[in-house]
C-alpha cells in the first residue's frame, strides 16, 4: 500500500498535537483543585483518621486525582505512620531517604522504616539490611544486618531471606556458614522466591555444597523454573539433554530451551543450546 506523503505544514501540525496533549494534561493537572474527596480526607486525617492520612498520601504520591506533591505525600505518610499504618512509614521513609522531591533526610527515613518494620512491612526491614549490607546511605554493620534479615525472613519477605542465605554463602560479612544457607534458600524457595531454589539446586549439583542429589536438584530447577527464572529453564533442559537426575529427552530439552528464551529472550546459552540441534527459536 502506498504511504500518503504529508507535506511540511501538516507533519508540523500533527507534531505538535502529538507533543501537545501529555503537555495540556500536565498543566490541566497542575491547575486541579484538590477535588472534594481529597479534602475530606486531609480533614478526616486531621481529627486522627490514619487510613484518611494514608489515602491522602496516596493521592499526592501518584498524582492521579490531584498534581503530583511528594512533600504533601511524605508529610500525610508519616501521619498514617503515626497512626501505625506500616505502609504509610515505608512509603514515607522511602521518600526521604531517597530525596524524592524532598530534602533527603536519611536520619528520618530510618526511622520511618524501622517502624515499618517493626509494624508490619517486612519490606522496611529488607530495604534497612540492604543499606547496612552496601555501606553507603547507613554504616555497614553485621548485627544490624542479621536482625534485620532474620526479621524479614520470619515475617515471610522471601527476598529476605534469600539475600540472607547469599551473605551466609559468600562469608564477608556475615560468617560463612552452608548449612544455614541451604535452610534460608529452601525457606526462600518454599515462599515462592525462584533464585531460593535455582541457589539450593546449585547445592546438590555443579556446587557440590551438599551431597550430591542430581534428582533434587533437577525438581528444584524445575520448580524456579516455573516461578520465571530463565537460567533455571536452561538448566533443566541440560539435565534432559544430558540425562542428569532424569531420562535423557530431546524434546524435553528443547521445549526448555525454549521455555528459557519466552522468559529472556536474550538469553544466550538457551540460544547456543538451541543452535546446537540446528533450531531457532
Not at 539475600?163 to 524457595?189: I, M, S, T
Not at 533443566?236 to 529472556?264: C, I, K
Request: charged share 25%; net charge negative.
Amino acid at each position: 500500500m502506498i504511504q500518503p506523503v504529508l507535506d511540511g505544514l501538516w507533519q508540523a501540525i500533527i507534531a505538535v498535537s502529538l507533543v501537545s496533549a501529555p503537555a495540556a494534561q500536565d498543566e490541566q493537572r497542575a491547575s486541579m483543585k484538590e477535588p472534594e474527596e481529597l479534602l475530606a480526607w486531609i480533614t478526616h486525617c486531621d481529627q486522627g483518621d490514619a487510613v484518611s492520612c494514608h489515602n491522602a498520601a496516596t493521592a499526592y504520591d501518584n498524582g492521579e486525582m490531584v498534581k503530583e506533591d511528594r512533600v504533601k505525600a511524605a508529610a500525610f505518610f508519616a501521619k498514617a505512620c503515626d497512626g501505625d499504618i506500616g505502609s504509610g512509614c515505608y512509603h514515607a521513609g522511602r521518600i526521604y531517604v531517597d530525596g524524592d522531591g524532598v530534602e533527603p533526610d536519611v536520619a528520618q527515613g530510618k526511622r520511618l522504616l524501622d517502624r515499618a518494620c517493626t509494624i508490619d512491612q517486612p519490606r522496611g526491614c529488607f530495604d534497612l539490611a540492604v543499606m547496612h549490607t552496601e555501606g553507603t546511605v547507613l554504616e555497614r554493620d553485621a548485627n544490624s544486618v542479621e536482625a534485620l534479615y532474620t526479621k524479614g525472613c520470619d515475617a515471610g519477605h522471601m527476598k529476605s531471606c534469600y539475600n540472607f542465605a547469599r551473605l551466609h554463602v559468600e562469608g564477608d560479612l556475615l560468617p560463612q556458614d552452608f548449612q544455614k544457607a541451604a535452610a534460608l534458600y529452601d525457606k526462600a524457595c518454599t515462599g515462592g522466591e525462584p533464585s531460593g531454589c535455582h541457589d539450593l539446586a546449585l547445592f546438590y549439583s555443579k556446587k557440590k555444597i551438599l551431597p550430591t542429589d542430581m534428582v533434587k536438584a533437577k525438581a528444584l530447577f524445575t520448580r524456579s523454573c516455573e516461578l520465571g527464572r530463565a537460567s533455571a529453564c536452561y538448566n533443566v533442559g541440560v539435565m534432559y539433554a544430558n540425562g542428569e537426575g532424569t531420562d535423557p529427552s530431546y524434546s524435553e530439552a528443547v521445549s526448555y530451551f525454549r521455555r528459557s528464551l519466552a522468559l529472556d529472550p536474550n538469553y544466550a546459552n538457551a540460544k547456543n543450546a538451541l543452535l546446537s540441534y540446528g533450531l531457532q527459536n
